[in-house]
C-alpha cells in the first residue's frame, strides 16, 4: 500500500514538472538563440574599423566617398553582427562600446535603437530587420560632395548620388557631421535616404 502511495504521488509531482504554460518553453527557445557578449566580442575581432584620423576628410572627393562608405558598411556589419539577430543586455553594452569607435555616444545608442528592439520579457534585444540600414553599399553611377565647416573642429558632409535603371532614376542623399576630437573623427551625425 505504502508503494502504490509513493508511485502515485512520484507520478503526480512529475506530470506537474511537465505541464506549464508554454511560456517558459518559448522564453527558452529565445535564449537559445540568443548571442551573447563573448560570441559578439570574437566577431567584433574580425571587423576592423574604418580609418577615423581627421586627414580623411582632406582626401579627394572620391577617397573621401569611399571612405563614408567604408563607414556605412563597416556599420552594417556591426550591426547586423549577432548571426540571429538577437542579443543578451551585455552583448548590446558591447556593441554599443563597439560603435563608439566611429561614433559619439548619443549617435551609436540612435543606430542601436533604430536598428533594434528591446523585449523586456526576456531581457533581449531583436534586431528589427535585417535589410540594408543606410544604403550606400549599393552602386551608384555619380555622385556629388560637398564639404563645410559650420564651427571650429567640426565638419558637414553632403553626398549626392544618381543611378539609373529600368528608365527610371534613383537619387540617394547622404549627410554626416564630424567633430574632432585630439587627431580623431567622431561621428555625431550619420543619416542616408534613398
Given amino acids: 500500500m505504502k508503494r502504490l502511495l509513493m508511485l ?3 507520478a503526480t509531482l512529475l506530470a506537474g514538472c511537465q505541464n506549464g504554460d508554454g511560456s517558459n518553453d518559448a522564453n527558452m527557445k529565445t535564449l537559445q538563440k540568443t ?3 563573448e560570441r559578439l566580442l570574437q ?3 574580425q571587423v576592423t574599423p574604418p580609418p577615423m584620423g581627421k586627414e580623411v576628410l582632406s582626401g579627394t572627393d572620391e577617397q573621401v566617398i569611399t571612405w563614408i562608405r567604408q563607414v556605412d558598411d563597416w556599420t552594417h556589419k556591426v550591426l ?3 548571426v540571429t539577430g538577437e542579443m543578451d543586455e ?3 553594452r558591447e556593441m554599443h562600446k563597439h560603435l563608439t569607435q566611429v561614433y559619439s555616444s548619443q549617435m551609436a545608442q540612435r543606430l542601436i535603437d533604430y ?3 528591446h523585449d ?3 531581457g533581449t534585444y531583436q534586431a528589427n530587420s535585417t535589410k540594408a540600414m543606410l544604403g550606400l553599399r549599393s552602386e551608384w553611377d555619380r555622385y556629388e560632395l560637398r564639404k563645410e565647416q559650420p564651427a571650429n573642429n567640426q565638419y558637414k558632409l553632403t553626398l549626392n548620388g544618381r543611378r539609373r535603371g529600368d528608365g527610371a532614376e534613383s537619387v ?3 549627410s554626416s557631421e564630424y567633430q574632432i576630437q585630439g587627431d580623431r573623427l567622431v561621428i555625431t551625425e550619420f543619416r542616408t535616404e534613398s
Avoid: C, I, K, N
Wanted: glycine share 8%; net charge positive.
Fill in 90 to 92: 551585455y552583448a548590446m
Fill in 120 to 122: 523586456a520579457t526576456v
Fill in 80 to 82: 547586423s553582427s549577432p
Fill in 35 to 37: 548571442v551573447g557578449r
Fill in 8 to 10: 502515485g504521488l512520484l
Fill in 172 to 174: 540617394l542623399s547622404h
Fill in 115 to 117: 536598428f533594434y528592439r
Fill in 43 to 45: 566577431t567584433f575581432s
